[in-house]
């Protein structure tokens, strides 16, 4: 993207600007922050290109605001247009957003505190969206299982297998049909609402909290959750295994037992709004589901010979292997 298209794009939207600011990383789409020229903050997003997006922003667009219209800092449409815009041969599609502050972090650098205060905010916004009616929304299931599909016909490869094994030393020792029964099982039970399933580091803010801030402990805020677009109706423990997932490989310097223990039971349970109804053996078999989901986008979207060195893919190897999955 270049400050051409920004500029273009802010024109359609009739704004006068003072700054562009760079890029923001570690997202889903492409996010520009903007001082206009009353000086206050926007941000421009350039939606992923892919097939749906529209309907995609949609539904997040929706789910979005439904939550910070609850007091949580979301982002919300500061303009409600959809921009078309061609580059390269591209349709790009954009929109003009509330501007949120705080700041991403280091996966190094979380804490107890920051680890308590995500599992506190997930507990609240479940709270608020199981108010939410929804329809005509994807269903976690369906999702799931046309996940476990690609992913066991994949690792399933002759020539998958041989390559692992020569390049990475990786034997899979994945029993597919017991996450099949497993969300086939979760299909039948009751308490299904909206959920996040991306509330992970890159889509969280934190700051220094303020004394407005509805999300805060022992001084630190969450001052923005961001990219509901993979939003969809199902049970909230897969939420919040989805969040385990990523915080066991994340939090490297944290036990499996404290990530657990912080999140879920210090966070989740004990200081939000919600109280997550789950059995442990099931909260277990989800948070590896996703680990073989992580697992798998790794082998996909890498050269095999680089993957000894992403510290993530190490880490996610390591709690596989803790988990008997593969040897």
Known sequence: MNETLVANALRLYGLD????????????????????????????????????????VQRADTVSEFVASCGLPTRVRFDKKTIQLSSHSRCLYAGL????????IAWESYTKTHIKLLGQTMSTMHSILAGQEFSNQPHVIDESVSLLER????????????????????????????????????SGLPGNQQLHM?????????????????????????????????????LPVFDVARTLAFLLV????????????????????????AK???????LQQLVEFYLIHDFYKFLRHNPYESLNENQHFIRTRYIMSEYGMIN
Request: aromatic share 14%; hydrophobic share 40%.
């Open 17 to 56: 600007y003072v700054r562009i600011f760079p890029s923001q990383k570690g997202y889903r789409n492409e996010i520009y922050p903007i001082e206009l020229k009353n000086l206050e903050k926007v941000q421009l997003t350039f939606f992923k290109n892919e097939p749906g997006i529209l309907q995609r």
């Open 97 to 104: 957003y509330n501007y949120l502050p705080g700041n991403t």
């Open 151 to 186: 992913v066991e016909a994949y690792l399933s490869g002759d020539d998958i297998k041989m390559a692992l094994l020569a390049k990475l030393g990786i034997n899979i020792n994945i029993d597919f049909d017991k996450y099949k029964r497993l969300l086939v099982g979760c």
């Open 198 to 234: 991306d509330f992970v580091r890159g889509n969280i803010l934190f700051a220094p909290a303020a004394s407005e801030d509805v999300c805060q402990l022992n001084n630190l805020a969450i001052t923005g959750i961001l990219d509901f677009e993979k939003t969809a109706v199902g």
């Open 250 to 273: 994340d939090c490297k310097s944290k036990t499996a037992a404290q990530v657990w223990k912080y999140f879920l039971y210090s966070g989740y349970q004990k200081r939000g709004a």
């Open 276 to 282: 997550l109804r789950y059995n442990k053996s099931l």
